[in-house]
Each structure stands twice: as C-alpha cells, then as structure tokens.
C-alpha cells in the first residue's frame, strides 16, 4: 500500500465527515488564561461558508473512515469498496494549530469509523485532545465524537478536554435502528449521554463551590438524527428531541436529512435526494420549541404527524388556530407577540420596549422588520385594524403561500434559521 | 436667529468637543460636519471646533451614565458608520437624553433612535466580519500578517479580540484602505503605518518570497479542506454570498480557487 500525504487524508476524510451537521462553536467561554493559543467565544464564529451556503467553523474531520461495523446508511461501511485512510495524532494536532492560527478556524471536531474496538478508537481520540491541551497550551474549541461501546473512563477523559461531546443517536426508534445498524443498540447510545449529562450537572455543581473544579464538556452535548431514512414521523421525530432537551439536557438536536449513499441497500428507502424541505422545516420546529415557547404539542397534532411542507410550522399554527388571533400589538403578551407569523424574536423583543415609549402602528411594524406581508392578517395596531376574520384557515393559506415573492425563497435556507441568533461579541470599548 | 453650523476634525472626540460646546456656547446647531466634509448650508454661521479630551471625556461619561447595559457604546459605533448627517441624529438624541427623558434607547418609534439603532447594528456586524473574514498568513521573522478592506474603521473594535485569542503569536493586522494597522508584539498592541509595503495592496497578499516556510502547505491543506467539506447536493451560492460577501473573497485563501 503506499502512503498517503496529509493532503490525501485529509480529502478522504473531510469528505466523509461532511455529512455530520454539526459545525457550530458556540458555548464555551474557555479563557485563554494559560498565555497560549486560543479562546472559546460565547456566540460562535464561522469563518467561511462553503458553496453550499453551510457554516465552516471547525476543522471537521474523522480521525479514519475505516470501520469494523456496517450500518447501512454510512458510506464508510465496512462493506463498502472505497478509499480509506487514517489520519495520526500528530497530523490532527498540527493540522488544528496550524489552521486555527492563521483565523481558518474556531477549532477542530473529531470523529471517527470504529478501528478495532470502541475504546481503542476512543484512546486515540482522547489523545488529540490531550495533546492539545497539554503540549501545545491550546484553549481554542474542541468538539469530540463519543463512540458507542467506549468505557466510562475515556468519556471522562474526554470530557475533560472537549468543549463538547456528542453520540449521535441517527435513527429515532429502537426497532429501526435494529434494522439498519445491527450492531448498534439504543443502550450503548444512551448510556454514554446519560453519562456525559450527569458529568456536566455535577461539574457545574462543583464549579458553584470551588472556582477552580475542572469543567465537563461545558459547552454541553449535542446528538443528531438522520431524516428519511426510515418511516418515523415529524411528531415522532419532535417529541423525541423535546424530550431529549429534557431528559438529557442536550444543547442541540441536528437533523440530517438522508443522502442516499448506498443505493444497493433495499433496507433503505429509494430517494434521488436527500428531503431538505423536510429537514429545514424540523429545523425550524426545533427552533420554534427553544426560542419561540412552543410545544412539540402546539407543532403537531395526533392527527396531523407531519408538517406541512407548504408553510413553515410557525403559519402552520396560526392558520390552525386562528381564534387565538388577531394579536394586538400595543397590549399583548410577549408570549403572543412571538406566535405571529412574520414576527421574529428580535423583532418581538423591540415591539414591547418600543410600544412603553408611544402606541405603534403599522408603519412602525414594517421599520422594527415585521414582514407585514405575513403579519397583516394576525395583528391589530393602533391605526388599522387588520384581523383575518371571515377568513378560512385554506383560502388564507393560498393567499399567503401566492404572495411571498419567490415561496420556495426560505427552504433551502437552513443555515439562515440556524445562525439568526448570531451575534457580534465585541470587547468593550476604552 | 442665525442658522448655526458646527465643524470639527472628523474625531469621534472631536465631534463630543462640539457637542460640549453647543452646550457651553448655547448654539442649537442646524448642522455638525466634518471639516472635510460637503456643506449644505452656505450662508450659516460656521464654528470650527478644536477636540479637547477633557471635554469630549464629560460628554461621553454623561452619555455612558444615561445608556443601559450593552447600549452604552451604541452611539460610538452608530458614529464609526460615517453614514452622511449621523451627527445631527446623534446630537438630537443626545439633547433628548439630556433633557431628562427616560431609557430613550429602546424608543424604537422614533426615527432617529432606529436609525442610530440600525448604524450600530451595521457597524458591529462589520467588526464581526473582520473576526470571520481576516486570514494571517505566516511571514518569515514570525510575524502572522493580514491586510484587509472593512468597509468602516472596526479594526481598532476587534483588537481585544484577536489579543485575548492569539496571546502567544506576533501578528498584524493591516487597513489596506485607510492605510494604518495594529500590530500585536510583547504582549501589547499598538498602531503602525507601514512605508515599504512588501505585500499587494489590492488583496494583502505578502510577496512569495516573505512568506514562512509551512505558509503554502497549510493554505493549500486549507483549500482542500474547503473543497471537501463542501456538499455538492446542497448546492446554494445565493446563500453562500448573502453569509460570505464578495467584497471578501479577494482576501480569502479558499476562494482563491475560483478567482
Ligand atoms: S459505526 Fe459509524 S462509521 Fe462505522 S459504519 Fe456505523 S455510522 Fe459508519
């Protein structure tokens, strides 16, 4: 066999990771205390954007694409013929400090195929961290891939160096998971995220006696699903990350949708594309369940198990529940204010700081960036009364659906819902 | 009553001077303009006025002591704009401010809060990109330089940021536009003009043979990545662009590729 370059690892094995979603650098406000290299910053950076219009915060790599098991929707299967390599410790650490001092990077994400076993894999992983850490006085972000099956001991290792730690759950019912990833189980997927949770509650704990406790993950974990795959429901699929949110204390649940890799396999549904309409429009439930006080209830009914690809969930429910409207801009809740279709949070929070000043009307919606020509039919202001009575939640429905510019302008934009809470940290001025 | 018109030197200090003195001097100003700038009013009576720290310093305190929390420094960077007339809408803000009214900041109806409100808003984005945006490339001697074109005068609002992130590392980071830097050695940061410019004016690029010795394996390394990471199914340019201005590319490593 010959040897590759670095610069041929890193091909290989960029592309194979490209696929797990998760690029964001947020939460973690690791003080360059130790003189060194590196800082975590509270909101996130991303310092590019690949054509595809998608993040690029971190070094996202896998440490090797070979791998001992076989689940059917991973192109790095073992049953698959393609180029595999595995990149060393050294090469990782250097790529990472190198990248991360010329601004590339907020920091490195690793993952890995499964070699040998689960606590080999692990070791190794273990051992970047800690090598950044220790020998290069790194403080910068790190993100690291638990492996399922690894011991108790790794994951606290682990968590000792990783602002983050995640185990990607993949496909959201046991029985499915069976099917797809045999040598999976739901038990070695839990187990180290009920770990991981009860690490980081009691480091916080510590952290609340003594100011020096060592930190645990203290930008929290993540977990992620693949969309498509297999026939669950968009309520089956919500319920579950809301109640991940609360069981596990996750900070993100991402949403994959499937690309069909491996078209051989008959386990796996036919699809020419991977259903990012669908994916957006979980994106957008999820972000409605953290910053817009819904309930994973309010976005789907018994009934009604999926979302409507047409509208975004948030008119969804409006349109479902048109008796809870209009909204009265100058009086009501804030609560109310953030469930009306073309109102955003940051919108919404200047709505009810502006409206203590003088009463607002119609005009002042359209400067405070209120799409008005969502809103009109939700609110009422002080000069016109706009409601949408009289209106059938269908013909109401088409009217606005036919009235947005170009309707298909928001569904490839996953991205634009996942950074709107993007803001600049800048350092205090004198 | 004469039609009053204040000029200064350009200087957010300079322009706090004037406003100092409006008050001193009881002139209700119909404009405040940059010496350097275009006048509207021919046949006003100008005041030029000289900064003076001790001045400006009470304007800003008793502006600093008015605002809340995280808009303390909003009418600095609402300023940095250097949007044409911002000095009047500052100046009428600041006079409501004085007058006694309360938490005007958040009074969103008024046009000129907005607008002010909106030119902060502008201007923090544009110190966000210099975070996002600026590429050090490793020259010979150490030193990691960068020399990029932000559209207004944030590098002074990111230094702390690249202080606190690259502690141990000597770099530079260069205003290709107004033609100034801040470089970063021994633990302090300090402004540099530079005469013998060994890199290209239009996109910073330090001449070949300056550069450190890994320079070229870690930007080409770099632009693999880029390549690879990309997902080719999910291809969405206008979104690309709307995160990732074309006025930066020039100044990016990765996007080199395709220039
Ligand atoms: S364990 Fe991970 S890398 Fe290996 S086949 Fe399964 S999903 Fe792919």
């Known amino acids: ?430 | 009553m004469s039609m009053d018109i204040i000029t200064y030197d350009g200087t957010f200090e300079g322009f706090l001077t004037g406003i100092f003195e409006c008050y001193n001097r009881k002139i209700f100003p119909v404009e405040i303009v940059s010496r350097n700038g275009e006048q509207k009013h021919l046949f006003a009576q100008k005041t030029d006025i000289q900064p003076d720290s001790e001045k400006a310093d009470r304007v800003w305190k008793g502006i600093q002591q008015k605002m809340t929390g995280k808009n303390k420094e909003m009418l600095f960077y609402a300023f940095l704009s250097e949007e044409p007339g911002i000095e009047m809408k500052i100046y009428r803000f600041v006079r409501r401010l004085f007058s006694g009214y309360f938490n005007i900041e958040t009074d969103f109806g008024d046009a000129d809060v907005l607008y002010l409100t909106q030119a902060s808003q502008k201007v923090k984005k544009e110190a966000m990109r210099m975070m996002q945006f600026v590429r050090f490339q490793h020259t010979k001697g150490g030193l990691y330089f960068c020399g990029i074109e932000p559209r207004y005068d944030v590098i002074p609002l990111v230094v702390g940021h690249f202080q606190k992130r690259f502690a141990d590392q000597r770099w530079l980071l260069f205003d290709l536009k107004r033609n100034y830097g801040v470089m970063y050695d021994n633990g302090k940061p300090q402004e540099v003009t530079i005469s013998a410019k060994e890199f290209s004016q239009i996109n910073g690029r330090v001449n070949e043979n300056l550069l450190e010795e890994g320079e070229e394996f870690y930007q080409r390394l770099w632009k693999t990545y880029f390549t690879h990471i990309n997902i080719q199914e999910r291809k969405n340019l206008k979104l690309q662009r709307q995160h990732m201005p074309r006025r930066f590319w020039k100044f990016l490593p990765e996007m080199m590729i395709l220039n």
């Not at chain 1, 290989?12 to 060194?36: E, M, Q």
């Not at chain 1, 909101?43 to 694409?65: A, P, Q, W, Y």
């Not at chain 1, 950044?132 to 001991?153: D, F, Q």
């Not at chain 1, 009860?198 to 203290?218: G, T, V, Y």
Request: proline fraction near 5%.
């Open chain 1, 1 to 430: 066999m010959n040897k590759l370059t670095v610069q041929q690892k890193l091909e290989i094995l960029s592309d194979a990771a490209k696929y797990d979603v998760s690029c964001v650098s947020s939460g973690s406000n690791r003080k360059n205390s130790t003189k060194g290299i590196g800082n975590g910053v509270a909101c996130g950076i991303c310092h590019s954007f690949t054509e595809d219009g998608r993040c690029v915060s971190l070094l996202k790599t896998l440490m090797t694409n070979h791998c001992i098991y076989d689940c059917a929707y991973c192109a790095n299967r073992r049953s698959n013929d393609r180029p595999r390599a595995t990149l060393t410790v050294d090469e990782i650490v250097d790529l990472t400090i190198g990248f991360y001092r010329r601004n590339f990077i907020e920091g490195l994400f690793l993952s890995s195929g499964v070699i040998r076993n689960p606590d080999y894999t692990m070791e190794r992983m273990v051992q970047v961290a800690r090598k950044l850490r220790l020998v290069e006085n790194y403080n910068g972000y790190i993100h690291l891939k638990a492996i399922p099956g690894a011991s108790p001991e790794l994951v606290h290792e682990a968590g000792l160096w990783a602002d983050r730690l995640s185990v990607n759950l993949e496909i959201s019912t046991e029985p499915n998971l069976k099917l797809l990833a045999p040598e999976k189980n739901f038990p070695s997927i839990l187990s180290p995220m009920t770990q991981i949770r009860n690490e980081i509650l009691a480091s916080k704990e510590e952290a609340r006696r003594f100011r020096n406790a060592p930190k645990f993950a203290q930008a929290g974990q993540s977990t992620q699903m693949i969309i498509g795959a297999t026939p669950e429901t968009d309520r089956q699929i919500i319920l579950l990350s809301s109640g991940l949110y609360k069981t596990q204390n996750l900070k993100r649940v991402y949403f994959s949708g499937y690309l069909p890799v491996n078209l051989y396999d008959k386990r796996l549904p036919a699809l020419t594309s991977p259903p990012l309409v669908r994916e957006n429009r979980l994106y957008q439930s999820d972000w409605l369940m953290r910053f817009y006080h819904f309930k994973a209830e309010e976005i789907l009914t018994e009934d009604q198990p999926f979302l409507d690809l047409d509208v975004d969930p948030k008119l969804g429910f409006a349109l479902r529940n048109l008796h809870q409207f209009p909204v009265d801009i100058n009086r009501a809740d804030y609560e109310m204010i953030l469930r009306v279709p073309g109102i955003g949070v940051q919108s919404a929070q200047k709505i009810v700081l502006a409206r203590r000043h003088r009463k607002l009307t119609t005009e002042h919606l359209l400067k405070l960036g209120v799409v008005m020509k969502r809103a009109r039919y939700f609110v009422t202001c002080s000069d016109v009364v706009l409601a949408a009575s009289g209106w059938t939640p269908e013909r109401l429905k088409h009217k606005i659906v036919a009235g947005s510019v170009s309707k298909n302008r928001k569904t490839l934009d996953t991205q634009l819902s996942l950074f709107g809470n993007f803001q600049a940290a800048l350092p205090p001025l004198h």
